[in-house]
């Protein structure tokens, strides 16, 4: 049998894509519809969710870039550094994060106002007068815990509508969040 005719014959016994349930609705651009194998609803609730978290996220990053500038005192060369090494791991972190709610269907946040309004994690007004390095580590360990309160509610959220990449994110992201906040933390005890 000819190389031809087996392909011939082995496409004619494959057996047909099934159909969707539903059909999938295009956009009035004419770009087909979200068919990932997770609800509408169920990618709605986890985008929220990581809207949420993207605004923490963001919040942490700022407040955390902020002390870098600011550190004084006889911790300064270390904790410089620190805040250096985690501002920029954190920087790197928001664009997989607003990703993952872009591949969901649904628009990022990416204002201040909206992260304001979304965030758990109070913003630093600025420093008038220097802070005591202390008290930024403290604010950094209860910024990076509530980071990871935040990241739980949506790996739950994401596991229970069977969303891998987003659990798997979430579990990346409580990793770190949850080592830093150690390290912090350790400097304080």
Known sequence: M???????????????????????????DGAPGINIGISSGDRRKTSDGLAHFLSDAFTLYLKTHNFHWNVTGPMF?????MFETQYTEQWNALDEIAERIRALGFNAPGSYAEFTRLSSIAEEPGLAD???????????VVGNEAVCRTARKVLKTADEAGDD???DLMTQRLNIH????????????
């Open 178 to 189: 949850e080592k830093t906040a150690w390290m912090l933390r350790s400097l304080l005890q």
């Open 130 to 140: 220097t802070a005591d390095w202390r008290e930024m580590v403290r604010q950094l």
């Open 165 to 167: 990449p987003t659990v």
């Open 77 to 81: 060369n270390a904790l410089h550094t």
């Open 2 to 28: 000819s190389k031809k005719k087996s392909i011939e014959k082995l496409a004619k016994s494959a057996k047909p894509e099934k159909a969707p349930k539903a059909p999938i609705k295009a956009h009035a």
